[in-house]
């Protein structure tokens, strides 16, 4: 009787693990499952290019993130500012979801309030409160990669903010709330 407990407990936490697996995004698995991740970022405002894994052995490497934030600082002001890991994270699973290791293109990475209150005076298109400024978005490009693919396997990723701009030549993608636009 004593096992039959045993062999009932281990299959109902054997289903519940394997819902509660089927609740996760597929790309949240996928992350999980890489035992490295790395990233090709361009910056062509600054002719900057940073090729790197930025998490080995189930752990960030801080060296390879401040590489990433310097190359993704607002270059107009010279200002740096720590970009959000998960960024990186939506960045990589993008990559894979598009099948490309080509160099992502970093069109705006972070941007200091007083950089985005001048852009803002300019153009409709940016946020009083974006999330450029807190480091937790990024308008790129993939050169070779059609943008509306690109925006297509963002959006198919439902983790964070995804933004469409073909007349700018950008999609933007962010951390904050599943929504688009």
Not at 81 to 110: A, T, W
Not at 111 to 116: A, D, G, I, M, Y
Request: aromatic share 8%; charged share 20%; proline share 4%.
């Amino acid at each position: 009787m004593e096992q039959c407990d045993i062999s009932r407990r281990r299959l109902l936490l054997g289903a519940g693990c394997l819902l509660a697996s089927s609740l996760l995004p597929v790309s949240a698995l996928a992350s999980q499952t890489a035992p490295v991740r790395k990233l090709r970022l361009y910056n062509p405002h600054t002719g900057e290019r940073v090729s790197a894994a930025y998490w080995e052995n189930g752990h960030y490497d801080h060296g390879t993130l401040k590489e990433f934030s310097h190359l993704m600082r607002d270059y107009r002001a010279n200002q740096l500012h720590n970009i959000d890991p998960k960024l990186f994270d939506q960045l990589f699973e993008l990559q894979r979801k598009l099948g490309s290791s080509k160099d992502i293109h970093v069109i705006c990475g972070y941007r200091s309030p007083h950089t985005n209150a001048v852009l803002r005076s300019k153009s409709k298109g940016v946020a009083k409160k974006s999330l450029h400024m807190t480091g937790q978005a990024i308008d790129l490009a993939i050169p070779g990669v059609n943008l509306a693919r690109v925006r297509q396997a963002a959006l198919s990723l439902k983790a964070g903010g995804v933004g469409y701009y073909p007349r700018s030549g950008f999609v933007h993608v962010d951390t904050g709330q599943i929504r688009h636009w």
